[in-house]
């Protein structure tokens, strides 16, 4: 006489196998590629000098973090403000720009005053796909500007890159 396993166990395991594949998926190349930064865990560091109020970088912060969600898939590591740094990238791409050429950053400088302008640097993790990178200290700049419709708490972006 023959008996005959039943294929059940089998094919339960290999469907739950085949589901949990599948959310993991999801999750790692759907999910995780089109969610808004995670700006939650930021680590924010300031090295001020008195051109600006702490209120005035706060504001410039909270700019910065609002425009980075939109960098979907990715997690802000760090924000940092670095008078000095700030003053001497400021200069340097003004003067690079006064021998010819121009740039947003310099046409900004113009518009509103050196002491109306700033960068700011961050770090940031990114994930597509399979793929992971980072920027590590990917500059932002903005405009001290508060009268204007543009203005996110008090700022205008202006720029961003390295």
Same mark, same amino acid.
């Given at each position: 006489?023959?008996?005959?396993?039943?294929?059940?166990?089998?094919?339960?395991?290999?469907?739950?196998?085949?589901?949990?594949?599948? =959310?993991?998926?999801?999750?790692?190349?759907?999910?995780?590629? $089109?969610?808004?930064?995670?700006?939650?865990?930021?680590?924010?560091? @300031?090295? =001020?000098?008195?051109?600006?109020?702490? #209120?005035?970088?706060?504001? =410039?912060?909270?700019?910065?973090? +609002?425009? $980075?969600?939109?960098?979907?898939?990715?997690?802000?590591?760090?924000?940092?403000?670095?008078?000095?740094?700030?003053?001497? $990238?400021?200069?340097?791409?003004?003067?690079?720009?006064?021998?010819?050429?121009?740039?947003?950053?310099?046409? +900004?400088?113009?518009?509103?005053?050196?002491?109306?302008?700033?960068?700011?640097?961050?770090? @940031?993790?990114?994930?597509?796909?399979?793929?992971? #990178?980072?920027?590590?200290? %990917?500059?932002?700049?903005?405009? %001290?500007?508060?009268?204007? +419709?543009? =203005?996110?708490?008090?700022? @205008?972006?202006?720029?961003?890159?390295?």
């Amino acid at each position: 006489m023959r008996t005959t396993k039943s294929k059940k166990p089998i094919t339960v395991v290999s469907v739950c196998v085949a589901a949990v594949a599948c =959310a993991v998926g999801a999750y790692r190349f759907v999910y995780l590629p $089109l969610r808004p930064a995670d700006v939650s865990h930021a680590r924010i560091s @300031i090295n =001020a000098t008195g051109k600006f109020d702490e #209120s005035q970088i706060d504001g =410039a912060v909270k700019a910065d973090l +609002a425009r $980075l969600k939109s960098w979907n898939g990715c997690r802000v590591d760090a924000v940092r403000y670095d008078a000095k740094r700030s003053a001497a $990238l400021l200069a340097a791409e003004h003067d690079v720009t006064a021998s010819g050429g121009s740039s947003s950053i310099s046409t +900004a400088i113009d518009e509103y005053g050196m002491d109306n302008v700033i960068y700011l640097s961050n770090d @940031i993790s990114c994930h597509a796909g399979s793929q992971n #990178s980072s920027q590590d200290g %990917w500059g932002s700049w903005y405009a %001290w500007n508060p009268g204007s +419709a543009r =203005a996110e708490h008090g700022w @205008i972006f202006i720029d961003e890159g390295y």
